[in-house]
Every structure is written in C-alpha cells, then in structure tokens.
C-alpha cells in the first residue's frame, strides 16, 4: 500500500474551530488487503479521563474516519484526518497504519506511519485603564475613562492601553455604536496592529 502523504499539517488554528484533511490510502498490490490503525494512537488522540474526580474529560484533539478498511487490487480509500482546536499550544501526534494480508493470516506484513501537527492559539488582549496598574483593593480605580465635567467649548484626553498577551501578532479596530459618539469621541490610533507582549495606546 502507498500514502498520498505521511505527514499532515494543520495551519495554525484559532480555538474553537476545526480543520480536516485527507490522507489517501492506495493499494499496490495483486491481493486484497486491509488496513487498520493501531490502537495504541487512537487511544493516544482519544478522549482522555478527567485530571481531578468528577471534572469533565479531555475531549480528543484529533479524530480520524475511517480507522479501518479492505482494498480491493488498485483501490483507494479516503481517510479523514480533522484537528480540533480545543487548548492553545502544539499537538504533534503520529498514527502507525498496519497492513495485513485480507484473512489476516500472515500477520501485519508493513507498517506506514503517518505524522500530525498542529497548533491551536488564543487571543488575549488586555485593556488597562488609566490608573489600573498602581489601584489597589484599598484605592481601586474607576475601570473606564472618566473625562469628568467640562465645558462644552472645551475637550479633554484620556488614554487606555491595549495589551497584547498571547504569542501572536493580532489586529484591533475601534467601532462606534452610534453616529453621535464618533461626532464627539476622537481616538488615536482607531486601529493597528500589536505584536506579542507589546502595549498600544490608545488616547
């Protein structure tokens, strides 16, 4: 039997979204055979039990369709490989597909390994209010900006910052909800770009 390919990569992933890929699996040979991951990686990408008692299960971030077949001489089979972007961070898993003859009389006769990466990411970008980084429980701070009374000829500046706490490059926009507040509220810069573990402010 042959691969279309031994190693699927998955682009990196925002969480809570999936992506899916398919392996083809082709034989070459004069003789029926079939073909069966082994069970020990689909445990290893399958729902893993709870951490504490009574917590919920991990749930798998990898699930692969069909994990099992028979090919006739020259057939080929889809096998479906999709990842799941549950937790940030990497997942690099392998899955050894095992050849047998069709009655399984001679054993496993090869073995193809197929290897997944992915990633999964998450973004998380803080706003600090003026004030915030130095507030205490005792002297806590109003969170928002407070430009406090003034004449109606006359303006005030505030400023916040946009924090960029995961370990990509994210983009951010400020949008008005109504006519009459982008007619009064002027922000510098509206929008742009943070790099990882870096601060934007915004005034």
């Known amino acids: 039997m042959a691969l279309s390919s031994q190693a699927v990569e998955f682009q990196r992933l925002l969480l809570g979204r ?13 003789l029926p055979q079939r073909w069966s991951i082994v069970q020990a990686d689909l445990d290893a990408i399958g729902e893993q039990p709870a951490a504490e008692p009574g917590g919920a299960p991990k749930l798998p971030s990898y699930t ?3 994990t099992s077949g028979f090919l006739a001489p020259g057939e080929v089979a889809s096998m479906a490989v999709t990842f799941h972007a549950r937790e940030p961070g990497a997942c690099a898993k392998t899955l050894n597909i095992q050849i ?30 003026p004030g915030e ?14 430009f406090g009374s003034f004449k ?15 370990k990509y ?9 109504s006519k009459m507040m982008r007619n009064i509220l002027k922000i510098e810069p509206e929008e742009g ?5 870096t601060e934007a402010p915004a005034a």
């Open 169 to 177: 490059q994210v983009g951010f926009k400020f949008l008005f909800k």
């Open 100 to 129: 047998t003859d069709a009655e399984s009389l001679l054993g496993v006769v090869d073995t193809l390994p197929v290897a997944l990466t992915a990633e999964a990411y998450d973004i998380k970008v803080k706003v600090e209010w």
């Open 18 to 30: 999936s992506d899916t890929k398919v392996v083809q699996i082709a034989s070459r040979s004069a």
């Open 64 to 66: 692969v369709t069909p």
């Open 152 to 166: 109606v000829v006359d303006t005030r500046t505030s400023s916040l910052e946009l924090i960029n706490e995961g």
């Open 193 to 197: 770009l943070l790099e990882p573990a």
């Open 133 to 146: 980084a130095t507030a205490t429980p005792e002297a806590p701070v109003y969170m928002g900006l407070d």
